[in-house]
């Protein structure tokens, strides 16, 4: 009596979960310390030896749990209130299991008696839901351990006379599978029973778990394509047939001869199904079987034009449907449906659907839009096309707006810039979009595409480095992509010959430290080499006042970049100012200039009064000196910073101009035996006397005569087996040794660099050292000997494969036919026969 | 497979949390939570109902499908093995049969039975694999265990619940007559 009405005092103390639901809603100001004071309760309920309370506790904190508010120290608790003999805390103890437990909890190993009892003792009848609960705790918790220990329980299931065990029971095998893999070999063949099963639930259930376990690795189910051909056409769940169209589409890379033969059932569905989503499945893996469709001599099945038109148009529904949704896989199917036949958007009734699309509000469509786009340009379209991507730039924001460039740029300059005509205007295109606001790789990207279209484009170089003029001109308040401005520099320097502007402004631009200081150091040292080529090309065309000027600004400019933190713009501009006075190109008196301007101007600066006629006269003079030797060092000039016009060169010119070497190369060199006089400075000391146990030193290498495969006494450091090793000395380097006393050494090669008259006379006097050092060098190449004797065996191996390889060919061309069916897994056939 | 169940309301706060793909602590499960509300709030409903996702915890390549009633949004975190649509229509069928259970299922009842949706969930999904998609046997499922689940609290010996007493002393409690 006590007992009872304490515990009944106890539950009236105890807060619900209701209470603490409510609590919660109204605590609005304070709910953390409310939270806190329940946990604390919590702590302590958690304790009892009331299941009641425990229960009670545990239910609380499974809510809390949603909230962020950890439960591991439950845990224990979790199991005691599962082993309670009533259904209604078993719930509760379950849920805070799976809630709670992760891979690591330690008391999961607690859990495997309990579970395994409730797993055997599965009754019929309404006690069935007890098992249930339990299976569905497994699926949610189990490791390793568990899943090895309930595995033998969990597979008896699978025939419970319940189908609602069945179910589950299948299902949770997959989890098994997932932290055991060996489980999946023994129980197989429980999972292909249940393919067979009565219960349409049942059925489903399993080809959900094949359909998951195909994905991981496809080879294995293959054979079991036959059944679901079966399930495809009879059944009529449609769940299940979603899964099942799901599988044989993921058998298809496996299997080739597969896409063929589904291509009429799926067809067929296509045409018959009311459901959108089987019919959205059916037309995507039709998309994924028509890649494999392809017959021995290259060519389509005839069926496929007309399927192919079949899903063109339900995709097509699709993307004209109101339904978001559908809007959004119609394009999913199309970017599918691409990968096999490129050009299937291009007939005309898709594309205003997808321009229009492409100007969803909503960004998941306008994304898939975007993808489909390369199917859908042609030469015609391009142009306006991307006009009007380049306002949606405009409105974009951060990745989509990243997408949009790239696709554009992706769009026009694909396989070399095929679709493009009108290649200013794409240089218009590029140059707008330097000006939004971009990341740096797109800004990158922008910049080689200016100088790869420069580069390749003839006609277009004169546009080109008129408007990158223009584009270097701007002031620094415009915002630009910094990536932009080496590249227009670049193009302006390169084709500077094509200039028509003045060359001056231009070098002022490049050089003028106010101007081109703030600019990053790769772009100033672009800039500044640039700038000596546009000089260059001054010196050639300019007239002699603008060369003058050029001179001027750069002997006054090039200095200040001595000073840059930068290495490499200090050795531009020094190299750049070196060779300007080199060919005596600077005015010497770099100051003269102004100083005249100056005195001319303010009369006697400097009290110099009478000299300022001779001296402007004077400086005239050495001024028309300084055009005139300009002139005559243009070509100099031209040569050194423009040698040879840029051009790309295909790959497969490069590789053969690699292969035919220029008349004349003596390759004699490269198969002659190696000259080891090359090695004579390695020798330290002139005599080699046969070093006794007492003289080995193991700090110091020693060289050993070693070159008489009859020298035995080899020193203590060298390991154990090189005594042998001494004998069976390679023979590609034993008799060239011997070689190359009498025919190396004595040939006389004196074009060959590596051939030392001093080594020669070296070599003769020192045979034996010559050996010696070959010795030594021997001692690393152990493992070359090693490898040879590999080698060796190698090519025996090689030849008696050469010899049955006959034979075996013979048998490889038998093997697909059979391949099929036939896993190829050893152990696959072992559980088959189990 | 599924990899997350979350049910969140208009305000973030999350209603049901469920993690078939593990994701080991508390904080990180709250910043999935956070991550997801804020992907799927952005959205008006106009918008299709597909996320392509950027869930890190659970993975590349997961797709956010959800659906929106009311104040609540049903969010199914999914790989590319399930049927987009099939996952929507599954989505439905989850929030039938709570409504079926609680009556006219509203944001209340979720708060007050957290347990209870749980449960129903169960039947629906079990370790991130679809279990059952018709309404009867689920609706079926709940109904017996929730019986059995009253029974059990009601304290007499397991095994020999009220009901079962009841049935076996004759159903009719007015015609029991008394043996004194």
Request: proline residues 5%; neutral net charge; glycine residues 4%.
């Amino acid at each position: 009596m006590f007992e009872n009405t304490s515990k009944l005092a106890d539950i009236m103390f105890e807060k619900t979960l209701t209470d603490i639901v409510k609590g919660i809603r109204g605590s609005k100001r304070d709910t953390a310390l409310y939270i806190s004071q329940c946990i604390a309760e919590i702590k302590q309920e958690i304790n009892s030896t009331d299941l009641y309370v425990k229960a009670n506790a545990l239910n609380k904190l499974t809510f809390l749990q949603m909230m962020g508010y950890g439960m591991s120290y439950a845990s224990f608790a979790s199991i005691e209130v599962m082993s309670s003999p009533r259904f209604a805390h078993k719930r509760i103890g379950y849920l805070a299991a799976c809630q709670g437990f992760n891979q690591n909890t330690e008391v999961i190993l607690l859990t495997t008696n309990l579970l395994q009892k409730e797993l055997r003792s599965a009754v019929g009848g309404i006690g069935m839901y007890e098992t249930g609960l339990a299976i569905n705790c497994i699926s949610n918790i189990v490791t390793e351990d568990l899943a090895r220990d309930v595995l033998p329980e969990l597979t008896n299931l699978t025939s419970h006379p319940q189908p609602y065990l069945r179910k589950k029971a299948v299902l949770c095998l997959f989890k098994l599978f997932m932290r055991y893999p060996q489980a999946l070999r023994l129980t197989f063949d429980k999972i292909q029973k249940c393919l067979e099963d009565s219960n349409s639930s049942v059925v489903s259930c399993a080809v959900n778990v094949v359909t998951e376990l195909s994905d991981k690795n496809a080879k294995n189910y293959l054979h079991l394509a036959p059944a679901f051909f079966q399930l495809l056409t009879q059944s009529q769940n449609n769940w299940m047939l979603i899964k099942v169209v799901k599988l044989l589409g993921s058998l298809v890379p496996e299997e080739p001869r597969l896409a063929r033969k589904l291509l009429e059932p799926l067809a067929a569905m296509v045409q018959s199904t009311q459901a959108k989503s089987l019919l959205y499945e059916s037309v995507y893996t039709i998309s994924l079987c028509l890649p494999y469709c392809r017959k021995a001599d290259g060519s389509m099945p005839a069926s496929v034009p007309a399927i192919l038109q079949l899903c063109g148009k339900t995709l097509r529904e699709f993307c004209a449907d109101k339904d978001q949704n559908l809007k959004y896989l119609g394009l999913v199917g199309f970017s599918s449906l691409r990968q096999s036949h490129p050009k299937c958007l291009m007939e005309s009734d898709a594309r205003p659907l997808i321009l229009s699309c492409l100007s969803d509000e909503d960004i998941t469509i306008r994304k898939r839009a975007l993808d489909l786009l390369p199917g859908m340009t042609s030469r015609k379209n391009l142009q306006e096309l991307i006009e009007q991507l380049l306002t949606h730039v405009e409105a974009a924001t951060g990745q989509y707006r990243k997408d949009l460039v790239l696709k554009i740029i992706q769009l026009c300059s694909s396989e070399k810039y095929a679709l493009l005509q009108d290649f200013p205007w794409y240089l218009d295109i590029l140059f707008k979009l330097s000006f939004f606001s971009l990341t740096d790789d797109l800004g990158e990207l922008i910049g080689k595409q200016i100088t790869d279209v420069a580069l390749r484009v003839l006609p277009v170089r004169p546009y080109a480095v008129k408007t990158c003029c223009d584009l270097l001109a701007y002031p620094r308040e415009v915002k630009m992509l910094p990536q932009v401005l080496p590249a227009t520099a670049w193009v302006v320097g390169e084709y500077a010959d094509l200039l028509e502007t003045t060359y001056r402004d231009l070098v002022q631009t490049l050089t003028s430290p106010s101007n081109v200081g703030q600019l990053p150091f790769s772009t100033q040292s672009v800039y500044l080499q640039a700038s000596l080529k546009i000089f260059a090309a001054a010196t050639e065309k300019a007239t002699d006042q603008e060369v003058v000027q050029c001179v001027d600004l750069l002997t006054d400019n090039l200095p200040v970049y001595m000073q840059s933190l930068d290495a490499e713009i200090q050795e531009r501009a020094f190299t750049g100012l070196e060779i300007m006075k080199a060919f005596n190109l600077t005015s010497d008196q770099p100051g003269l200039t102004t100083f005249d301007n100056n005195s001319a101007a303010s009369g006697n600066l400097l009290g110099m009064t009478g000299d300022s006629k001779p001296t402007k006269s004077n400086s005239s003079s050495i001024r028309v000196n300084l055009v005139s030797t300009c002139r005559s060092t243009a070509a100099s000039l031209n040569f050194i910073f423009k040698p040879e016009p840029m051009k790309p060169i295909s790959s497969k010119a490069q590789r053969k101009k690699s292969q035919s070497p220029k008349g004349g190369i003596d390759l004699e060199w490269l198969t002659a035996p190696v000259d080891l006089g090359v090695f004579s400075r390695l020798d330290d000391t002139p005599s080699h006397p046969k070093p006794s146990m007492e003289q080995i030193s193991f700090t110091q290498q020693q060289q050993q005569p070693s070159r008489q495969p009859s020298v035995q006494t080899a020193p203590v450091v060298q390991q154990i087996g090189l005594n042998d090793m001494m004998e069976k000395v390679p023979p590609r380097v034993g008799p060239d040794i011997n070689g190359s006393e009498s025919t190396g050494l004595n040939q006389s090669r004196p074009q060959d660099p590596f051939y030392l008259d001093a080594g020669n006379k070296a070599m003769e006097n020192d045979n034996p050292t010559e050996g010696a050092k070959f010795g030594t060098i021997q001692l690393l190449g152990s493992e070359d000997e090693e490898e040879n004797l590999a080698l060796r065996k190698k090519r025996k191996k090689d030849k008696k494969r050469k010899k049955q390889k006959p034979a075996k060919d013979f048998g490889i061309s038998n093997a697909p036919t059979m391949a099929v069916y036939d896993s190829g897994d050893d152990d696959d056939a072992n559980y088959a026969s189990s | 497979m599924i990899k997350g169940i979350i049910i969140v309301n208009n305000q973030g706060k999350p209603r049901l949390t469920k993690f078939y793909q593990s994701v080991t602590s508390e904080e990180k499960q709250q910043s999935v939570i956070r991550r997801v509300f804020q992907q799927v709030a952005q959205r008006p409903d106009s918008f299709c109902n597909y996320l392509e996702g950027s869930i890190p915890e659970w993975g590349e390549n997961i797709k956010l499908i959800y659906r929106h009633y009311a104040t609540l949004y049903f969010v199914f975190a999914v790989d590319s093995q399930e049927s987009d649509l099939g996952i929507l229509d599954l989505i439905q069928v989850f929030v039938e049969a709570l409504d079926k259970c609680f009556e006219n299922v509203c944001e209340l009842d979720l708060i007050f039975h957290a347990d209870r949706v749980h449960y129903v969930l169960d039947e629906v999904v079990m370790g991130g694999m679809v279990l059952e998609t018709n309404i009867n046997s689920i609706l079926q499922a709940i109904k017996d265990q929730g019986k059995m689940h009253s029974d059990s609290l009601t304290k007499v010996k397991p095994g020999e619940s009220a009901s079962s007493i009841r049935e076996r002393l004759g159903g009719d409690v007015s015609k029991w007559t008394y043996n004194w």
